[in-house]
Nanobody, 121 residues
Framework: QLVESGGGLVQAGGSLTLSCAAS????????MGWFRQAPGKEREFVAA????????TYADSVKARFTISIDNALNRVTLQMNRLKPEDTAVYYC????????????????WGQGTQVTVSS
């Protein structure tokens, strides 16, 4: 089970931290990803990390602004989002896959319900 939290309304240039609480089944072998979907657009990859070695990968559009991290003690994946832009407005989803780090949504088997992020200009 994956449960996201931390979404909200923020002004451009501001910051938000999203959290994904994960049940213990997702430890060790899983890769965890964050995706987002804006109205009328396809779901797009944001960032991913591995539980096992904390390796990470990011979409070019968020590099140097967003940071994904895994907290093994709290069973949580966070997405720190800085210097937010209006184009970051979307529903953000946490997802898990047994496969390697990937930016492809179709390889992720488990999804949270999503949390809304709105960035005003």
């Amino acid at each position: 089970q994956l449960v996201e939290s931390g979404g909200g309304l923020v002004q451009a240039g501001g910051s938000l931290t999203l959290s994904c609480a994960a049940s213990r089944r997702f430890f060790a072998s899983y890769a965890m990803g964050w995706f987002r979907q804006a109205p009328g657009k396809e779901r797009e990859f944001v960032a991913a990390a591995k539980w096992s070695d904390s390796a990470t990968t990011y979409a070019d559009s968020v590099k140097a602004r967003f940071t994904i991290s895994i907290d093994n003690a709290l069973n949580r994946v966070t997405l720190q989002m800085n210097r937010l832009k209006p184009e970051d407005t979307a529903v953000y989803y946490c997802a898990a896959t047994l496969g390697p780090l990937s930016g492809y949504a179709h390889v992720y088997n488990y999804w949270g319900q999503g949390t809304q992020v709105t960035v005003s200009s």
